[in-house]
Structures are given as C-alpha cells and as structure tokens.
C-alpha cells in the first residue's frame, strides 16, 4: 500500500506559478509511474503529467504541455509539478496518483490504483 500527501495549492493569479508536492511513502517498488490529475467542479478527473518510474520520461497532456513541469527526487520520494503561466481554466483540485499496472500508456487514469488527497489549486483572471 502507497500512501500519498499532496501540498503547495492554493491561491494565485492568472499568469503566476505554483508548484505542487506529493510525498509517498509505503510499498513504491511495483510503480510504472507516478502523476497528477485534476478534477474542476463538474467535470472528470483528467490526465495532468506523468513519469515513467524506470526512464524518468515525462509525459503532458496537451493542455499544460509548454507550461508546466513534473519532476522527482529521489532522496526525499517526493514528486513535484511547477505550474507556471497559469490560467483560470486550470483551476481544480489536483491529485497525485501510482501508476501500478499498465495497459499501454502512461496516462490512462485505470491503471492508477493510489491517490492522494488532492489539493486545490485556484485561478484567478
């Protein structure tokens, strides 16, 4: 079992940065990867940033590609996403996620089988 702390969201204006923190801790040595996702308010979660645990390739969806970025350190098993060039429409809460099985990518939401918490990052134009 993995578990997952997320923090740093919060409040910003449109065009300011963020950056995101999910420590884990417990069982991490059967990860394919580990990301973020978000959810708005009535809308699905969706695919934010992974990366492959193994390679550390990096992967974004389309909406943040260019504007924000997934990182890790090892040391601390602590994932990071830095938000920069923030927009209103990426309000929502955002959630760290394990990757524990893989059906052929590395963002398709059904082989993320821990989460975190979330925390709620907010944008204000």
């Known amino acids: 079992q993995v578990q997952l702390v997320e923090s740093g969201g919060g409040l910003v204006q449109a065009g300011g940065s963020l950056r995101l923190s999910c420590a884990a801790s417990g069982h991490t040595f059967s990860t394919y990867a580990m990301g973020w996702f978000r959810q708005a308010p009535g809308k699905e979660r969706e695919f934010v940033a992974t990366?492959?645990?193994?390679?550390?390739?990096?992967y974004y969806s389309d909406s943040v590609k260019g504007r924000f970025t997934i990182s890790r350190d090892n040391t601390k098993n602590t994932l990071y996403l830095e938000m920069n060039s923030l927009k209103p429409e990426d309000t929502a809460v955002y959630y760290c996620?394990?990757?524990?099985?893989?059906?052929?990518?590395?963002?398709?939401?059904?082989?993320?089988?821990?989460w975190g918490q979330g925390t709620q990052v907010t944008v204000s134009s």
């Open positions: 990366m492959d645990w193994i390679r550390s390739k990096t």
């Open positions: 996620a394990v990757q524990s099985h893989y059906s052929g990518s590395y963002s398709n939401i059904k082989d993320f089988g821990s």
